[in-house]
């Protein structure tokens, strides 16, 4: 079983949807989770921190469920720059240890 | 922000060569830096943790001898492909910790490594 899971998609929306993307960890020893984007032949960049308590960052809002080693990520009212790969990760053990990333799952929003 | 350069963003070469990429922190230290690398369509793999003034730790399934890393400083670590092959072509992309900042992880620009 790989340590980060999500579902490749594509998905493809249109402009205004509401879109969301789930992920599943393995290690239950995990302590950090973030949200990345990763646009066509560029490097992974951070879109959010993922919290117990749920956090929102304007148009998107993540959620983490440690019982079920689940995390989800919401977009509302996706826009056509959101069009990007999302990539769902996970600090193993936390303080000066390696992220481990899933594969992503890829978005497209049409006008 | 802290940022991570790389260098080159892209190279060419023919098979049985050495190819050295070059990551730097340039406004933070680095104990630490992270190597890894993308096939097309995949997600990034972790190589190696490069750790300064010591050893790097390999994941599993990377050469150490292929794969050579060195961190000689705060600020810059090296990843040599020694003998590339055409297998190795591949986007590789360092990744540094801000010591001050311990959860805060910044990517370099990647080098994308095509080798004939």
């Known amino acids: 079983r790989k340590e980060v899971e999500q579902d490749p998609g594509p998905f493809n929306v249109p402009e205004g949807a509401t879109v969301a993307f789930n992920c599943t960890y393995s290690n239950s020893a995990s302590q950090s989770f973030f949200w990345y984007r990763q646009d066509c032949r560029k490097e992974p960049k951070l879109l959010m921190s993922v919290y117990s308590s749920g956090n929102e960052d304007g148009r998107f809002t993540a959620q983490l469920n440690r019982a079920s080693q689940y995390i989800s990520l919401l977009i509302r009212d996706s826009k056509l720059s959101d069009s990007a790969t999302y990539l769902c990760v996970v600090n193993r053990f936390g303080g000066n240890t390696p992220l481990v990333f899933g594969k992503g799952t890829r978005l497209s929003v049409i006008a | 922000g802290a940022v991570v350069s790389q260098h080159p963003s892209r190279v060419i070469c023919k098979s049985g060569t050495s190819v050295k990429i070059e990551c730097r922190s340039l406004?933070?230290?680095?104990?630490?830096m992270f190597w890894y690398r993308q096939f097309p369509k995949q997600s990034l793999m972790l190589m190696a943790t490069s750790n300064e003034g010591s050893k790097a730790t390999y994941e599993q399934g990377v050469e150490k001898d292929k794969f050579l890393i060195n961190h000689a400083s705060l600020t810059l670590s090296t990843l040599t492909v020694t003998s590339a092959h055409p297998e190795d072509s591949s986007f590789y992309i360092c990744s540094a910790r801000d010591w001050g900042q311990q959860e805060t992880q910044y990517f370099g620009p990647g080098t994308r490594l095509l080798v004939l």
């Open positions: 406004d933070f230290q680095a104990t630490t």
